[in-house]
């Protein structure tokens, strides 16, 4: 069975590598800046004794407030998981870093949250829709949709 | 002694050639009607049936459909299930599934469709050979279903091909299906050759 890793455990970890990237923290997730995701998604997979080699699932939550992009990783090689969260709060043009050079597995699910929720992936190598066809106005699964 | 003769009126020709018409009649309907394959030899006239040409297509296009491999969402499995051994599909004539559209001329379209998939249904319709008929399988195909205000589900699939039968269910039993096939039967029998 792949243990969870406590978030706020693995928290400090993190703001030791790179400081005021942490949002917030729980249990179960760690919240940190979408400026810093790529910094944080890159020590999380280099350092040897986490080791997340694996992105299992990439996908988006609509809070009206606020946008949130989950990731689930998970290291193989320890099998053991984690949560990571980030925000962001501009609705016309969330833009998210892209961590398609980390993880291959996030190409079609960061182009599938395009397609859905129209969050923009920064430095994705071919971001457009993945289920909908071209032309298709508006992004479907955001709650102000209709 | 000379028995005196019963005077007669002289002999009318309207009467004389109306007596000689029921002679004949009368004459005509006494002889056995004529074999009309009597020209045949033994061997045969007892091979030989005489019916319209209609008649023999549409028997012959009913008794074998070949229904197009194609399934879209779970009404695919009850197309899937009439067709293996409980159900038994090839007793309606519907032995093979086709894979390719060409050898096919009955399309059931089993399971919702999507915008981003009617393209591709509608090309394989479009492939597919004259006569050719199309079964609408389950809510979702006949009107969208549950899915009819979706963004991305075609309301029906009559709006991009011609559908012959509905065969309404969610999904439908096996056994409406078969009585959607037989439905088709029905439609292929009323067909003629002229209109073609």
Known sequence: MTTALNGEQLAEKIIKASPDAVVAVDKGAVVVKSESLYQVAEF????????????????VVDYMDYFEVVYHLVSLKHNHSLVLKTRCRDRE??????????????????????????????GHPNLKRLLLWEGFVGHPLRRDYL | MAIEKYPMEPLNEVDVAEGLRIDSLMAASRQSIPDP?????????????????????DWARSRSIFPLMFGLA?????????????????????????????QADLM???????????????????QM???????AMGQCSISGGPFKESYSVVP???????????????????ESLLYGITKIHQKIVKESIKKA
């Open chain 1, 93 to 122: 043009k969330p833009v998210v870093p892209s961590v398609v050079g980390l993880w291959r597995s996030a190409d079609f699910q960061e182009r599938e949250v395009y397609d859905l929720m129209g969050i923009v992936f920064d």
């Open chain 2, 37 to 57: 394959d009597s020209w045949l030899d033994e061997e045969i006239s007892r091979n030989v049936l005489v019916t319209t040409v209609d008649y023999v297509l």
């Open chain 2, 74 to 102: 779970c009404c695919a499995f009850e197309m899937i299930g009439t067709a293996a051994s409980r159900f038994d599909i090839s007793r309606f004539g519907m032995d093979i599934f086709r894979w390719s559209p060409r």
């Open chain 2, 108 to 126: 059931i379209v089993a399971g919702t469709l999507t915008w981003k998939m009617a393209p591709a249904v509608k090309l394989v319709y479009e």
């Open chain 2, 156 to 174: 029906g699939v009559n709006r991009i091909i011609p559908v012959d039968v509905y065969v309404p269910g969610c999904p439908p039993r096996p």
């Open chain 2, 129 to 135: 050979p004259e006569p050719k008929w199309v079964i």
């Open chain 1, 44 to 59: 999380l997979k280099n350092t040897p004794e986490l080791d997340f080699d694996y992105l299992v699932n990439l996908t």
